[in-house]
């Protein structure tokens, strides 16, 4: 064999893994179909969405708030094309970043796309046609997922478009309708109604962000809404059509009735599909399941012992940090560690403004396990670091076990909420109380006080500054 382990995909599932594989002293290769390394994440996914995310944010600050800060400016414009062109640089940057750490730690980088000819052996297309085959001991499959549809709305990629051409746009689109509004559509919808676009969003679920927590959906509703957007809840599209110059989306209402939208670009974000496209599984032993998922046991291993599978392309929430912890579980995993991930304490956070970011159960979960839990809330209205900064939107809320005060779960929506998750992941790893919290010094002025405050809340009713 040439190889200890070949990790086909290189994404942050498959990057991280064979870089902890590489650091436990096993020979690594990781091949990879697109140009650059990272995966989705890095080159369409968390980054370039994020630099969007963030220019957009500027503008409509410098637009909406500067005033108001005593910052006067004048003939304030957007230019995409530099926004893109910016966006560009900042995944150029990343992607060479992860070639330099597969030098660093001498992993073998096959550039072409990977499929199996035995449980043993990967051939690799290369753009030039050629192939070669290569063997190792072990694989881990980290081939991540590509965005979903349905048939009432086929993707054109011109006005019919994914997330990936929502990252290359070169105008700004009068009315940008988007359908799903998870996670996807929630931040791309804000980049586009920041910079001047009408958005509508038509989603099949009662709320935004319907897996999250229901406060969150509820209040996130109302930041985007003052972007100037429209909600379509509990529609169903039954159709969407590119007419050359724009878009008709059609669906029906909850009351029966048909609503016609029309736009010059409609985004499709109604979730996404493991890859497994022309990775011929079956000559290794494996099949897809019927979500096109790769099954694994508890061990991240297929029902093919030496091989593995990690990140989007098997169960699970598709996040990047979902995916880089089980790459280093498996590669602790082959060298005979016993790692562990608490699936359950995997933070999941939208990068809107305010951002939303959630931890442990949600206050739904809790209710239909039937649960006996108590709330605790506290708005940033209340706090001097949102009023000095004016992000006065949001609230923490905490829920905890009624008897016990252990925190089961942290929701947060506000300024910085991204940041702020990670002392909730802390104190649930540990299991903390919500006592715990309450009793713990926070600095002052901040925007973490209010999770101290929540925690107040949460115990006894005693928080201070409401
Ligand atoms: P991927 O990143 O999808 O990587 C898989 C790689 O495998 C790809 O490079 C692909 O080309 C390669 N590949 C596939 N098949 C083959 C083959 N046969 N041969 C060779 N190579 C192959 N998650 C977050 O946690 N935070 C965020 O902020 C965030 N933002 C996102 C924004 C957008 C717009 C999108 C679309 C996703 C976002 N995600 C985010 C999700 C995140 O990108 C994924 O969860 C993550 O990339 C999954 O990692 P992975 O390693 O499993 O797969
Ligand atoms: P999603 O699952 O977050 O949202 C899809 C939305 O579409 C849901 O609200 C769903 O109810 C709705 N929907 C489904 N079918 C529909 C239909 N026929 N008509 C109308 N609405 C419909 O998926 P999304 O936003 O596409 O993102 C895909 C994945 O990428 C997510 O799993 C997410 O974890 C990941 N991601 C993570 C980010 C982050 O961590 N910040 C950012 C972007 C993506």
Same mark, same amino acid.
């Given at each position: 064999m040439q190889y200890d382990v070949i990790v086909i995909g290189s994404g942050p599932g498959g990057y991280v893994a064979a870089i902890r594989c590489a650091q436990l002293g096993l020979k690594t290769a990781i091949v990879e179909k697109y140009k650059t390394l990272g995966g989705t994440c890095l080159n369409v996914g968390c980054i370039p969405s994020k630099a969007l995310l963030d220019s957009s944010e500027h503008f409509y600050n410098a637009a909406h708030t500067f005033a108001e800060h005593g910052i006067k400016l004048a003939d304030l414009q957007v230019d995409l094309p530099q926004m893109i062109k910016r966006k560009a640089g900042v995944v150029d940057a990343n992607v060479t970043g992860i070639a330099f750490l597969m030098k660093k730690n001498k992993i073998t980088v096959y550039q072409g796309f990977g499929s199996f000819v035995d449980a043993n052996t990967l051939n690799v297309k290369k753009d030039d046609g050629s192939d070669e085959k290569i063997t190792t001991k072990n694989f881990i499959i980290a081939t991540g997922s590509k965005p979903s549809s349905f048939p009432s709305m086929p993707i054109d990629k011109k006005r019919v478009i994914t997330s990936t051409e929502a990252l290359t746009l070169q105008e700004v689109p009068k009315h940008l309708i988007v359908i799903g509004a998870g996670v996807i559509g929630a931040e791309l919808g804000s980049v586009y109604a920041r910079i001047g676009s009408k958005v509508s969003f038509v989603e099949f679920a009662d709320s935004m962000i319907p897996t999250m927590?229901? /406060? +969150?959906?509820?209040?996130?509703?109302?930041?985007? !809404? $003052?972007?100037?957007?429209?909600?379509?809840?509990?529609?169903?599209?039954?159709?969407?059509?590119?007419? *050359?110059?724009?878009?008709?989306?059609?669906?029906?209402?909850?009351?029966?009735?048909?609503?016609?939208?029309?736009?010059?670009?409609?985004?499709?974000?109604?979730?996404?599909?493991?890859?497994?496209? *022309?990775?011929?599984?079956?000559?290794?032993?494996?099949?897809?399941?019927?979500? *096109?998922? %790769?099954?694994?046991?508890?061990?991240?291993? /297929?029902?093919? #012992?030496? %091989?593995?599978?990690?990140?989007?392309?098997?169960?699970?929430? +598709?996040?990047?940090? $979902?995916?880089?912890?089980?790459?280093?579980?498996?590669?602790?995993?082959?060298? &005979?560690?016993? #790692?562990? %991930?608490?699936?359950?304490?995997? #933070? &999941?956070?939208?990068?809107?403004? #305010?951002?939303?970011?959630?931890?442990?159960?949600?206050?739904?979960?809790?209710?239909?396990?039937?649960?006996?839990?108590?709330?605790?809330?506290?708005?940033?209205?209340?706090?001097?670091?949102?009023?000095?900064? +004016?992000?006065?939107? *949001?609230?923490? $809320?905490?829920?905890?076990? !009624?008897?016990?005060?252990?925190?089961?779960? +942290?929701?947060?929506? &506000?300024?910085?909420?991204?940041d702020m998750i990670a002392e909730c992941v802390v104190a649930m790893e540990y299991r903390a109380s919500a006592e715990d919290i309450a009793r713990i010094s926070h600095a002052h002025p901040t925007y973490t006080e209010a999770i101290k405050e929540a925690c107040l809340a949460a115990t006894e009713n005693r928080a201070i500054h409401m």
């Open positions: 927590d229901k /406060t +969150m959906g509820k209040e996130l509703q109302k930041a985007v !809404k $003052k972007l100037g957007a429209d909600f379509y809840f509990s529609h169903k599209v039954t159709s969407v059509e590119n007419t *050359g110059e724009g878009v008709v989306v059609k669906a029906d209402a909850p009351n029966g009735q048909q609503i016609t939208l029309e736009g010059d670009y409609c985004l499709v974000s109604v979730g996404r599909r493991p890859y497994t496209d *022309g990775l011929n599984l079956e000559a290794a032993g494996l099949a897809a399941d019927s979500r *096109g998922r %790769i099954e694994v046991n508890d061990h991240l291993q /297929t029902k093919v #012992p030496n %091989i593995y599978a990690i990140g989007d392309v098997i169960r699970g929430a +598709m996040l990047a940090h $979902k995916a880089e912890e089980e790459g280093v579980f498996v590669a602790e995993t082959l060298v &005979g560690q016993k #790692p562990h %991930i608490n699936y359950r304490l995997i #933070p &999941g956070v939208v990068y809107t403004w #305010p951002e939303v970011a959630s931890v442990g159960f949600t206050e739904e979960e809790l209710k239909a396990e039937n649960r006996a839990y108590k709330v605790g809330s506290f708005p940033y209205k209340a706090l001097g670091r949102a009023r000095a900064s +004016m992000d006065v939107d *949001g609230l923490v $809320k905490v829920l905890a076990d !009624k008897h016990t005060d252990e925190i089961l779960g +942290m929701h947060i929506i &506000g300024a910085r909420a991204a």
